[in-house]
């Protein structure tokens, strides 16, 4: 390595790309450094592991109260929420990234806030200047909170830290109708608070098809009493002696409820603030701009995971640190292909889909056909006593799968055959000839594969 | 063919100071127009958040502190933020 530079790569952001990325680098005989400036592992572990630990104590719960129609009796169901508590820190405790790990693997840690102030030079909190040869960029995103005032004076909950609280909230606000902001709704309804959901767009789930939105709703108001109010944005968060308040627009009108608590569920922003000007590394409000090969505006500069926009999750984290680490080391390049990437709710029932929806066909205005076959259609249902949901497949005239949603059990299970053939280009007639079993959800799939080719 | 190197460029890391931070606001403000009085509390109130940003970073460069100006000061006057946001690029 040069004597230029203090190190041959640097990993700014220690999350879960980040960290994919610099024990690869050093699996690789690279002298690299790995800063982060707050927890070794990043949100992919603080917040996706514990978050979907307490979610599943809360289904787990709730269909524990259900379950009295099959003959448990659970007239006195309890939960002592401090277990819980201590549920949720054991889990984090297996799942945590040490920063003892990363050395043993060879990557150097440093603990700071670092800050481009040149395309080979960072500066880091208590450390002063150090130099690479490469960069990584993987500083994730934190919560986005644009266009509502009143956030630095009320306090507030995330997604995040509404599953470290004391004790559950007897009332609770979410603003936002997406992924995690469903979820966290769930969450509190199962434990038996009153919930209100505000969501901006039409309604819920507005970034996949229709209908799973819809059925989401009615599930949530009708077994759970989870209110939602549809095309209402919240404009300001207010505090007063007696409680907080927030303030929104419906129909044009401003309206104003108290709440006991609000949690913040609306969407993330990537951290591009570390001055990447500086190091000529260009970026939008979705996030850093790369081509392909993940490379930035700056040829020495990569980046990877949720600093990238677009969908959030671990596996998507974990690919693109991969991709980029392979464009680093010059073995050849290596192209992005987010293809097959499922987007998960980890609500009950759960939510999956893969591919295109059909809201993006219309708009491209790109002919195709859809099938929706309803759970009951399985034996699954009779013998879990579950119906509420569906699968939708969407196709092309050749019989090229394009997109699926599924609102079910197991329906990322499910689902995963589905991303297989999406990104793989694996023809319907494959998937409805192969046996799938018939007491399983996936047997689903068959069936509306079938059904999908038949319907001409 | 062999790839062009890429030059190493380093920006100069100057000495943070919240009042020369609140003097050159207050007198953007006055070329723009603005009233003295109101660009002078709201000067303070975006140096004091500018050092708070910049408490945990152990350099920054003219450019980081301009777009640090910039994003906090929007909420106040948007023709300021715009002036901050673009220093270096009027002519």
Redesign the interface.
Known sequence: MSKRFDYEYMVIGAGTAGVVAATQLAEAGRKVALVEQEKWGGTGVARDFPEKALQNFGHTYAKAVEASRMGLSSANLRYNYPTVQHFREKVLAKAAVTKKELEEKGVVCIKGQAHFVGNYDVAIEGQGQISASKFLVATGAAPASEGISGLDTVEYLTPKTAVETEKPPKAVLIVGGGASGIETAQYFAELGAKVVIVEAADRLLPNIDEEVGQVTEQYLAKRLGVKVFTQTRVVALEKDKVSKRVVFMRGGQEKTVRVETVVLATGSKANTDLGLKNAGVSFDKNGIIVDKTLQTTARNIWAAGDVLGGNSSMERAEYTAEIAVINMLGRGKTFINYTGFMEIVNTSPQIACVGTTEAELKKKKRKYHKTLVPLSTTSAAITDDFKIGFLKLIADGQGKLLGAAMIGPCAANVMQELALAVRHNIPLIQIASTPHPSSEWSNLVKIAARKLLTAK | MAKAK?E????K?ITFSKKLIVKDITLEAKILGIASGSAEIFAEKVAEKVAKWAE??????E??IN?QIAKEINRYNKDLAFVYKNRGKII
């Open positions: 890429t190493r460029k380093k920006a890391a945990k970073r152990e350099s920054v460069t450019d980081d777009m």
